[in-house]
C-alpha cells in the first residue's frame, strides 16, 4: 500500500512538474517574441489566428511548433549520424532534469503521510544540480562536432571553452551560500530562508549573500547560453553556431533547451536567493508582522500563496533573461574569457573567503 | 545646409563606478523597459505599418510600376519609337514596332515588354517618352509571383494599370 | 591648280573644284543637303551657304568653283544665322514625327538641328501644311510627302543615274510636293538608293521600315555577295541579326548605289542558317560538337582514300566562297587528299537577272577569284559523270546547292554518294542530303577577299562572330586538313591571303594593306 502510494505520488509529481516546464517554453517564446517587438518599438506577432482570435500572438509558438513537426527530417551527408541525432537529446534531457530537485512549495501532508512538493528531495541536491547541467554542454559540442561543418564547429568550440570557465565560477559563487545555509538539500535551504535576520529582513541568499548572487546570476546566463553569452550561436557572425546544421524538430529541441535552460536557471536564482516558495512574513498560520500584527490564514491559502510565490518568481526571473537579451549586446569572445577568469573567479574566491571570516567572527553564523 | 566640420566626441575615459558595469547594465534595463511599456500601453506610436491592410501613402513623385497610356479612342499612345528603349540602363524594355492600320498613327507597338525584374525604376524611360505613353504613377511596387514569366508585363499589362 | 584660302587655311585644289568639295578635302564640313558627290550639282537646298570675299552676297560652295585667291568664310556668324533661317524655313511644315520616322538618328534635319537650330518654332502646329504620308510608291520605297525638304536629289538620281525619272515636283509654293505621276510607280532595279539619298525621313525603305532604330546598329565594311559585280556595301547589324545593307562608295564599281535585289541579301545571313555541326550515322541525324563533326568527316574522307584510292573523292568548291577559302579548299584537295577531282560551277541558281550598270548575270560574288585561283570549271561537270557512274565514294560540297541543279536533281545525285560533307551556311538540298554538315560563316560573320567579275580584289570585315556554333572556312579547312595530318598552320584570313600572295600569279604582291578598303585589280590573264 505505501510502496504504491509511494510509486503514484512519484509519477504524479515527475508528470506535472515536466508538464510545467514544457509548457512554459511556449509561453516563454511568445514573451521574448512579443517583449523584444515592443522593447523595439516593433508590433511582434499578431496574424496567427485561430476563429479569428489572435490573442497578442499566442498562437505563433504552436504554428512555429507544427511547421517544425511536419518539416523534412533531413541529416546532412555529411554528419555523423548517431552524435548528429543524439546531441538534440542531450541538450534537452539534462535541462529538464536538473529541474528535479527543486522545491516548488512547502512539504504537505496527503493522506497522513507528507510529501515533499519536489520529484526528488536529494541530500545532494546543490551538487545533483552542477553534476546534471555539467552535462548539457555535451548536447552543444556533439551539435558542433557531429554536424561535420565549419560554423557548427566553431560554435561548439565556443560554448565548451565557455562552459567549462563559468562552470567554475557557478560552483564556487554558492558554496558561500551552503556556509551560510550548512545544508547542500535545496529542502533545507529553501527553509533556512524563512527566517529573519535581525528581526526585519528576510533571510534570502540575495541579502546574505549579495556578491553571491550577482556572480550566480551571470554564471548562470553564461551556462544558459543566453545573450550576452550566446557565443555558440552568435547568428552574426557564425551563421547559427552549433545548431546550424539542424532543421526541423531536432532543431526544435534544441530551442526548447534553451527555454528550459532558462525555467531551470530562474528556478535556481529562484531558490538558492529570493527564499524559493517563501513569502516574507508568512508563517504556516498566515503573516506575521515584524511589529507583531498578525493575519490568520487558513492553511490551503498559505500553501497557494507560497507555490504562488515560488512560479511568480520564477516568471520574473525568466523575463528577466529576456529582458536582458534585448538590452545588452553580445560580449566579444575575449572579453567572455576576460570576465570569467579575471573577474567572477576572483570575486568568487574572496566571497567565499570574506563569508568564512564573518561566520568565523560572528560564531558559526546565524 | 553647408557642409562643416563636425565634432566626433571620443571615447572618454570611464570613470570608476561606470567600470563596474552594474549601475550601467541597470540603466539600460531602465531604457529598454521604458520602451516596452511605452509601447503597450501606446500602441498606435508604434512605427509598423501592417502592410497588407495598411498601405503607405506613397509621395505623388514616387516612381512606381509602369503603366501604358491610351488615346482617347483606347490605342495605345505609344509609337513605338523605342526612345525609353534607348534610354533605359538596365536594358529592360523590349519594343517590336508594326504598321498600324490607321495612317494616321502609321506605327504602334506590337510587343512591349517590360523586365521588373531587371527595371531599376529610374524613370528614364518616363523623361526619354516623347508622347507621355508611359508613366511610373501607379504608385505601387512590384509584387511577388511565382515565376520569372510572370515578372515580365506586357503591353496588355501595362495598359491595364 | 588654284590656290584660295578657306577659313584662314591654304589650300590647293584641281582647277573646277567646289568650295564644297574643296573643304572636304581639308576637313572642314559645310553643311548641305541636295548636294551629292554622284549626282549633278542643283544647287536649291541653300545649306552650303559661305562667305566669299568681294561677293556681296552669300554663296553656295556646292556650286561655287574654286579661282586663284578666293577667299572663303564658313564660320561666321553672317553664314550660321543664314544657315540657321534656311534650317528654319525647311522645318516650317515638317511635322517633327521623329518618333515613328526611320530617318531618325541618321536624319540630315535632325543631324543639322542639333549645331545650327536648336530654336522653337515660330510656325503653329495647326498652321502647318499637311501633306499625305504613308504612300506607297514601288519598288523598296514608301513616300511622306510631309517630311521632305524638296532636294530633288530622288528626281536628280532618276533622271541622271536609272533614267526612269519616276519622280517629279508637283504644285506650287508651300505646298510643293515631290511624287509619282499618276499610275506609275517606281520601275526600275535601284529604288533603295533613294532612302539612302533623301537626306530626311521623306524616302524610307519598305523592307527596313520599323525593323530597328538606326542608333542600335553598327555596322562593318562588307562586299555584296549578290552578284559578281562585288558592289562595296556596309552591312547594318544589332548583336547577331543583321538588318541592311547600305552601299559604300566606290567609284571604280558601284559609285554610292547598288541595286534592290542585292539590299536582300543580307536575309540569307538571318534566316535558314546552320548554325551547328550535325553528323548523320546509320540514318538519324545528330548534333554533334564541332571536335567531334570534323573528325567524323575527315575519318571518312580518310577511310575512302584508303579503300578506293584518291580518285573516289570528289570536292567541289563554290564561287560563294572568299578566294581564302577557296584557296585551302583548292590545297585541300590537291596536296592532302591529291585527288584530281576538284572543281567548281559558276552556273548559279537564282533569276538570271542582269543589266548594263550594276546587276551581273553571274550571281556568284567570286566566280572570277575561283578561275584566278586556277579551280576548274570543266571538271565540274566531269564531277557530276563520276558520280552518276558511281565512281566517286567521297564528296566534300561547299555552298548550300550543287550548281542550278533543281532540288531533286541534287538529291538524287548525292544519294549515289556513300559519303557527303558539306560546308556551307543555310539550309538547302545540300544540307538535306549531307552526311556531315559543317556550319560555315556568313559574309558579316568572317573577313576575307572576292574578287568581282573585273578582277578586282575587293575586301569584306568581320562584323561579328559567326552565329550559333558556326565557324568560318577557314577555320573549318585547316581542322579538317590538320586532321588528315596537313600541319597547317594557317591563323585568320591574312597568313592565308598572304600564302596566296606568295603562290598564285594573279595575286603576286598583293596584302589586305595594298588592297585597302577599295581594293585592287588581280594582275595575270585570265
Redesign the interface.
Known amino acids: 500500500m505505501s510502496g504504491l502510494f509511494d510509486l503514484v505520488v512519484s509519477v504524479v509529481r515527475v508528470a506535472v512538474m515536466l508538464a510545467f516546464t514544457l509548457s512554459l517554453v511556449p509561453i516563454l517564446v511568445w514573451a521574448e517574441r512579443k517583449?523584444a517587438a515592443?522593447?523595439?518599438?516593433?508590433?511582434g506577432p499578431n496574424r496567427a489566428k485561430i476563429l479569428g482570435l489572435t490573442l497578442g500572438g499566442l498562437f505563433h509558438p504552436l504554428a512555429d511548433a507544427l511547421k517544425l513537426l511536419f518539416k523534412e527530417d533531413f541529416i546532412p551527408d555529411g554528419a555523423h549520424r548517431l552524435f548528429y541525432q543524439m546531441a538534440p537529446m542531450f541538450a534537452l534531457a539534462p535541462a529538464l532534469m536538473t529541474f528535479a530537485v527543486v522545491p516548488v512549495g512547502p512539504p504537505v501532508v496527503i493522506a497522513g503521510r507528507e510529501v515533499a512538493l519536489q520529484v526528488a528531495d536529494l541530500n545532494v541536491g546543490i551538487l545533483y544540480i552542477f553534476a546534471i547541467s555539467g552535462l548539457a554542454v555535451y548536447g552543444v559540442i556533439l551539435a558542433g562536432w557531429a554536424s561535420n561543418s565549419k560554423y557548427p564547429l566553431l560554435g561548439g568550440l565556443r560554448s565548451s571553452a565557455q562552459m567549462i570557465s563559468y562552470e567554475v565560477s557557478l560552483g564556487l559563487s554558492i558554496i558561500g551560500l551552503v556556509m551560510v545555509f550548512r545544508s547542500v538539500r535545496l529542502s533545507e535551504i529553501v527553509a533556512s530562508q524563512g527566517t529573519l535576520l535581525w528581526g526585519i529582513v528576510p533571510k534570502w541568499g540575495v541579502f546574505v549573500q549579495p556578491l553571491g548572487f550577482?556572480l550566480f546570476l551571470v554564471a548562470v546566463y553564461a551556462e544558459a547560453n543566453r545573450t550576452p553569452f550566446d557565443l555558440p550561436e552568435g547568428e552574426s557572425e557564425i551563421v547559427a553556431g552549433f545548431h546550424t546544421e539542424y532543421g526541423s524538430f531536432k532543431f526544435s529541441i534544441f530551442f526548447m533547451a534553451e527555454y528550459v535552460h532558462m525555467v531551470v536557471g530562474s528556478a535556481l536564482i529562484a531558490t538558492l536567493f529570493f527564499g524559493g516558495w517563501q513569502v516574507p512574513y508568512l508563517a504556516d498560520s498566515g503573516f506575521v508582522l515584524p511589529g507583531g500584527a498578525a493575519l490568520g490564514l487558513p492553511g490551503p491559502l498559505v500553501l497557494l500563496l507560497r507555490i504562488g510565490a515560488f512560479v511568480g518568481k520564477l516568471l520574473f526571473f525568466a523575463w528577466l533573461f529576456i529582458?536582458?537579451r534585448?538590452?545588452?549586446p553580445r560580449f566579444r569572445y575575449d572579453q567572455v574569457m576576460r570576465l570569467g577568469w579575471k573577474v567572477l573567479l576572483p570575486l568568487s574566491l574572496a566571497n567565499i573567503f570574506v563569508t568564512g571570516l564573518v561566520l568565523l567572527l560572528i560564531g558559526g553564523g546565524a | 545646409m553647408a557642409i562643416g566640420v563636425k565634432k566626433v566626441a571620443r571615447p572618454r575615459q570611464m570613470s570608476g563606478g561606470e567600470t563596474l558595469y552594474?549601475l550601467e547594465?541597470l540603466r539600460?534595463?531602465g531604457?529598454?523597459?521604458g520602451?516596452?511599456v511605452r509601447?503597450?500601453f501606446r500602441?498606435e506610436n508604434?512605427?509598423?505599418i501592417?502592410y497588407p491592410e495598411v498601405r503607405r501613402v506613397m509621395p505623388p513623385r514616387f516612381r512606381g510600376l509602369h503603366r501604358l497610356m491610351r488615346r482617347p479612342d483606347g490605342t495605345p499612345r505609344c509609337v513605338a519609337c523605342y526612345c525609353c528603349a534607348t534610354a533605359c540602363p538596365a536594358v529592360c524594355i523590349t519594343i517590336v514596332a508594326g504598321e498600324s492600320p490607321d495612317p494616321a498613327v502609321e506605327k504602334y507597338p506590337v510587343r512591349f515588354d517590360i523586365d521588373m525584374l531587371r527595371c531599376v525604376f529610374c524613370g528614364h524611360c518616363v523623361e526619354a517618352c516623347p508622347c507621355d505613353a508611359i508613366r511610373m504613377d501607379t504608385g505601387w511596387f512590384t509584387p511577388p509571383e511565382h515565376t520569372r514569366e510572370k515578372l515580365i508585363y506586357t503591353i496588355d499589362m501595362l495598359l491595364e494599370k | 591648280m588654284p590656290n584660295f584660302t578657306l577659313n584662314g587655311i591654304s589650300v590647293d585644289v584641281p582647277e573646277g573644284t567646289t568650295v564644297l568639295q574643296a573643304a572636304k578635302t581639308v576637313g572642314i564640313e559645310i553643311p548641305h543637303y541636295c548636294y551629292h558627290p554622284n549626282l549633278s550639282i542643283a544647287g536649291n537646298c541653300r545649306m552650303c551657304l559661305v562667305e566669299v570675299e568681294k561677293f556681296p552676297k552669300l554663296q553656295i560652295a556646292c556650286n561655287t568653283v574654286v579661282t586663284e585667291g578666293m577667299v572663303v568664310k564658313s564660320d561666321t556668324e553672317k553664314v550660321r544665322q543664314a544657315v540657321t533661317g534656311v534650317l528654319e524655313l525647311m522645318l516650317i511644315n515638317h511635322p517633327v514625327d521623329c518618333p515613328i520616322c526611320d530617318q531618325a538618328g541618321e536624319c540630315g534635319l535632325q543631324i543639322y538641328y542639333m549645331k545650327y537650330g536648336l530654336h522653337k518654332s515660330r510656325f503653329a502646329f495647326e498652321d502647318k501644311v499637311h501633306k499625305k504620308k504613308v504612300q506607297d510608291i514601288g519598288g523598296q520605297i514608301v513616300l511622306d510627302a510631309e517630311r521632305c525638304i524638296l532636294c530633288s536629289r530622288c528626281i536628280r538620281f532618276l533622271q541622271e543615274v536609272t533614267g526612269t525619272s519616276e519622280l517629279e515636283f508637283f504644285r506650287r509654293g508651300d505646298h510643293s510636293e515631290i511624287s509619282i505621276f499618276p499610275g506609275r510607280p517606281l520601275d526600275n532595279q535601284y529604288t533603295g538608293n533613294l532612302a539612302d539619298i533623301c537626306p530626311v525621313g521623306a524616302l524610307t525603305s519598305k523592307d527596313f521600315r520599323f525593323k530597328c532604330r538606326v542608333w542600335f546598329l553598327r555596322g562593318t565594311r562588307s562586299i555584296c555577295p549578290g552578284c559578281a559585280n562585288g558592289c562595296n556595301v556596309e552591312a547594318h547589324f544589332k548583336e547577331d541579326i543583321v538588318y541592311r545593307l547600305k552601299p559604300r562608295r566606290n567609284d571604280d564599281v558601284n559609285r554610292t548605289w547598288m541595286c534592290d535585289p542585292g539590299r536582300l541579301e543580307y536575309k540569307k545571313a538571318n534566316e535558314a542558317r546552320l548554325l551547328t555541326p550535325v553528323v548523320r550515322e546509320n540514318g538519324g541525324l545528330k548534333a554533334e560538337a564541332w571536335e567531334a563533326a570534323l573528325s567524323f568527316a575527315a575519318f571518312r574522307l580518310w577511310e575512302t582514300v584508303e579503300a578506293h584510292g584518291a580518285a573516289s573523292v570528289a570536292v567541289i568548291a563554290s564561287p560563294a566562297f572568299s578566294n581564302e577559302e577557296l584557296y585551302l579548299a583548292r590545297k585541300l584537295a590537291e596536296e592532302v587528299l591529291r585527288t584530281p577531282n576538284v572543281g567548281f560551277s559558276p552556273r548559279s541558281s537564282g533569276n538570271g537577272l542582269s543589266d548594263d550598270f550594276l546587276i551581273k548575270a553571274d550571281k556568284n560574288p567570286n566566280t572570277r577569284g575561283a578561275q584566278l585561283l586556277g579551280i576548274s570549271e570543266e571538271k565540274f561537270d566531269d564531277i557530276v559523270r563520276k558520280i552518276e557512274g558511281g565512281e566517286v565514294k567521297a564528296l566534300l560540297v561547299f555552298g548550300n546547292e550543287l550548281a542550278d541543279f533543281p532540288g531533286e536533281r541534287t538529291a538524287e545525285l548525292l544519294s549515289r554518294v556513300p559519303f557527303v560533307a558539306q560546308v556551307g551556311t543555310n539550309e538547302g538540298a545540300v544540307s538535306l542530303a549531307a552526311h556531315a554538315v559543317l556550319p560555315s560563316a556568313s559574309f558579316v560573320e568572317r573577313g576575307g577577299t572576292f574578287t568581282n567579275h573585273a578582277g578586282r580584289v575587293q575586301r569584306f570585315w568581320m562584323g561579328f562572330p559567326p552565329r550559333g556554333n558556326a565557324r568560318g572556312g577557314i577555320e573549318i579547312l585547316v581542322g579538317l586538313a590538320n586532321r588528315l595530318g596537313a600541319g597547317w598552320t594557317f591563323a585568320g584570313e591574312a597568313s592565308v591571303f598572304r600564302a596566296i600572295a606568295r603562290s598564285e600569279a594573279p595575286f603576286a604582291g598583293m596584302s589586305y594593306e595594298s588592297l585597302g578598303e577599295l581594293g585592287q585589280i588581280a594582275g595575270g590573264k585570265g
Open positions: 517583449g515592443y522593447i523595439q518599438d516593433r508590433r550577482l529582458w536582458v534585448w538590452t545588452i | 552594474l547594465i539600460g534595463l531604457v529598454t523597459m520602451h516596452l509601447n503597450v500602441q508604434i512605427a509598423t501592417e
